[in-house]
């Protein structure tokens, strides 16, 4: 794969069909029903938001302290992480307590709180729209050993999201069949 250089466009484009399913997602089941087991969708959003808290506070901290570099080509290990971030069949693990949901969460407070993070984060993806991010390093929020590329985390950021976003449309067993029909 040729060397990835941060796309505001790309990043928008993920937002916005991650708006669509949280939108389709609230239209099909509005209620904060648990399933029998894991989360109900408003704990999703609510995973997601806590988790993007975490990026964002790395990536303004590595933006400022670092000058812009190109990057390089993402590793086989690089893209072999984000296949298994996204497929929720794979590197299931216990969420840390810091990123776990809180169990009230209410599904219109989790969906608002969200998109409003996701404002943040494009506000922020448009001021380092025209620096090279791809060479500066920034820590995992998640695993204070593993360093990566700011434009993987980028990446992998929106893989996380994919992977919970499929999570929450698999609780309700009509969601495809309203999904389907919208």
């Keep these: 794969m040729s060397t990835r250089e941060f796309n505001l466009n790309r990043w928008q484009n993920e937002m916005f069909v991650s708006r669509a399913r949280i939108e389709a997602l609230t239209l099909a089941h509005p209620g904060d029903k648990a399933p029998a087991t894991g989360w ?17 506070a790395q990536w303004k901290a590595a933006f400022l302290r670092n000058h812009p570099k190109p990057g390089t080509k993402y590793s086989f290990w ?5 296949r298994n971030i996204e497929d929720t069949s794979k590197l299931r693990y216990k969420t840390p307590p810091q990123f776990d949901p809180a169990n009230a969460a209410k599904l219109e407070e989790a969906t608002v709180a969200y998109f409003q993070t996701r404002e943040n984060i494009m506000r922020l993806a448009e001021d380092m729209q025209q620096t090279q991010i791809g ?12 360093k990566y590329p ?27 069949s309203f999904y389907a029909e919208h």
């Design 40 to 56: 109900n969708i408003a704990q999703c959003l609510q995973h997601l938001d806590v988790t993007a808290h975490a990026f964002i």
């Design 78 to 82: 690089w893209h072999w992480f984000l």
């Design 135 to 146: 060479g500066i390093a920034i820590r995992s929020p998640f695993a204070s050993w593993m």
């Design 150 to 176: 700011m434009d993987f985390s980028f990446d992998l950021v929106a893989a996380h999201e994919r992977r919970h976003l499929t999570q929450a449309e698999r609780i309700w067993p009509s969601f495809s």
